[in-house]
C-alpha cells in the first residue's frame, strides 16, 4: 500500500524552479504531522532537506538550502510542497518524502534528520538540473 506520493521531479536548467507535491492518504496526513523531504544523489547518503510541523506550519531547513528552498502544506489536500528556487547542478537527486508522528508534545522534534524515525516513504520523484 502506496502512503505517500512525490510528484513534480523534472528536468531543469540550473537557475530555474521546481514544485514538488507529496500526497499522503488522509489517515498518514492526520495522524503523522512531521512531514520531510529528503534527497539523495548519486553515490551520496540521503540528507533531509526541510520539514515540516503540519498543525502549526512550522518548518525547519538544512542550512544550505534554506534561502532557496520552501516546505509548505495544504491541508485540504493532503499536501506537502517543496518550493526550489535558483536550482543548481547539485540539486540532482532523488527526492523523497517521508511522515512520521509527533511524539511528545513537542513539535521541534518533527525536525528529525534520522531516517529510521520516519515511518512512511514515498518512492521519490527524480529532479535533473543540468548546466
Known amino acids: 500500500q502506496v502512503h505517500l506520493v512525490e510528484s513534480g521531479g523534472g528536468s531543469m536548467e540550473a537557475g530555474g524552479s521546481l514544485r514538488l507535491s507529496c500526497v499522503a492518504s488522509?489517515?498518514?496526513?492526520?495522524?503523522?504531522?512531521?512531514i520531510s523531504w529528503f534527497r539523495q544523489a548519486p553515490g551520496q547518503e540521503r540528507e533531509r532537506v526541510a520539514s515540516?510541523?503540519?498543525?502549526?506550519?512550522?518548518?525547519q531547513y538544512a542550512d544550505s538550502l534554506k534561502v532557496r528552498f520552501t516546505i509548505s502544506h495544504d491541508g485540504a489536500k493532503n499536501t506537502v510542497y517543496l518550493l526550489m528556487n535558483n536550482l543548481r547542478t547539485e540539486d540532482t537527486a532523488m527526492y523523497y518524502c517521508?511522515?512520521?508522528?509527533?511524539?511528545?508534545?513537542?513539535?521541534?522534534?518533527?525536525?528529525?534528520?534520522?531516517?529510521?524515525?520516519?515511518?512512511?516513504w514515498g518512492r521519490g520523484t527524480q529532479v535533473t538540473v543540468s548546466s
Open positions: 488522509r489517515d498518514i496526513y492526520s495522524n503523522n504531522r512531521c
Open positions: 515540516i510541523y503540519t498543525w502549526n506550519g512550522n518548518a
Open positions: 517521508a511522515a512520521k508522528p509527533l511524539y511528545g508534545g513537542d513539535w521541534s522534534s518533527c525536525f528529525e534528520s534520522d531516517q529510521s524515525a520516519y515511518q512512511y
